[in-house]
C-alpha cells in the first residue's frame, strides 16, 4: 500500500506569493492534519480535518487555510508568504478508533523556500 | 499555555549502551503520548504509544514509561546500535475522536557512536 504522499517535494517561492501544498492519505485514513516544521524545531500544528470538515487549528494566521476533498485528499494554501514562512511541511494521516488513540502517519514533506 | 520539554537537544552514546530521553510537559494532561523518530528530511516515524493508565510499555529493544505525576516520560533504547542515531519525538496527546492532533516537543537528536 502507498504511504502518505505529499507533493511537490520542494518549492521555492517569492515573498507575496501564494502555495498550494498537497497531500493524499493512505487509503481508508479519513483524518488528515498538517503540521510545520522549521529547521531545529519540532512539528508545529497546523490544520486537522476529519470527514471533509475542519476538527482543529493551531496558533497560525489567517494567511494559512485548508480543505479536504471528497476522496480524503487534502490541500494546505498560504497567502502572502513571509520569509518566516521557509519550513518543511508534513501532512499526517491517520485512522480513527474508538479510543482516539491513533497514530499518525506522515508524509516526506514539502520543503518550502520562500525568497 | 502547553508546553513540552526534552531533556536535551542532543545525546551522544556508544554503541551498546542504553540511551535514554525525556520529555516532560505542563499545563495540560494528556490522555496518551506518542514518541516518533525523524530522519534529516524526511517525516516522522511513529515508534510507541502509551496510555496514561500505564506505566510501561516495550517494543523490541525500546521501552517507555509514562508518569502523570511527574508528568514525565522517559524513552530508553536498550543495545543502541549507530542505525538508532535519528531525532526523537515525543507528543503528548489529549483525547482526540477526530483523529490525531499532535503537539510535539523540540525533539532530542540521539547519535550513537561504534
Known amino acids: 500500500d502507498a504511504g502518505v504522499t505529499q507533493s511537490p517535494t520542494h518549492l521555492i517561492k517569492t515573498r507575496g506569493q501564494h502555495v498550494t501544498l498537497r497531500c493524499s492519505p493512505i487509503s481508508g485514513h479519513k483524518s488528515v492534519s498538517w503540521y510545520q516544521q522549521v529547521l531545529g524545531q519540532g512539528p508545529q500544528f497546523i490544520f486537522q480535518?476529519?470527514?471533509?470538515?475542519?476538527?482543529g487549528r493551531g496558533n497560525f494566521p489567517d494567511r494559512f487555510s485548508a480543505r479536504q476533498f471528497p476522496n480524503y485528499s487534502s490541500e494546505l494554501n498560504v497567502n502572502a508568504l513571509l520569509l518566516g514562512d521557509s519550513a518543511l511541511y508534513l501532512c499526517a494521516s491517520s485512522v480513527i478508533t474508538g479510543t482516539g488513540a491513533t497514530e499518525a502517519f506522515f508524509g516526506q514533506g514539502t520543503r518550502l523556500t520562500v525568497v | 499555555s502547553q508546553k513540552i520539554e526534552q531533556n536535551s537537544e542532543a545525546l551522544n552514546i556508544q554503541e551498546g549502551k542504553t540511551a535514554t530521553l525525556t520529555c516532560n510537559y505542563t499545563n495540560y494532561s494528556p490522555a496518551y503520548l506518542q514518541w516518533y523518530r525523524q530522519d534529516p528530511g524526511r517525516g516522522p516515524v511513529f515508534l510507541l504509544l502509551?496510555?496514561?493508565?500505564?506505566k510501561e510499555k516495550r517494543k523490541e529493544r525500546l521501552k517507555v514509561t509514562f508518569d502523570t505525576t511527574l508528568k514525565q516520560s522517559l524513552f530508553h533504547i536498550t543495545a543502541s546500535q549507530p542505525a538508532d542515531s535519528a531525532t526523537y519525538l515525543c507528543?503528548?496527546?489529549?483525547?482526540?475522536?477526530?483523529?490525531?492532533?499532535?503537539?510535539f516537543g523540540k525533539g532530542t537528536t540521539l547519535s550513537v557512536s561504534s
Open positions: 502509551i496510555r496514561e493508565n500505564e
Open positions: 480535518y476529519y470527514e471533509k470538515e475542519e476538527r
Open positions: 507528543a503528548p496527546q489529549k483525547t482526540n475522536q477526530a483523529g490525531t492532533a499532535l503537539i
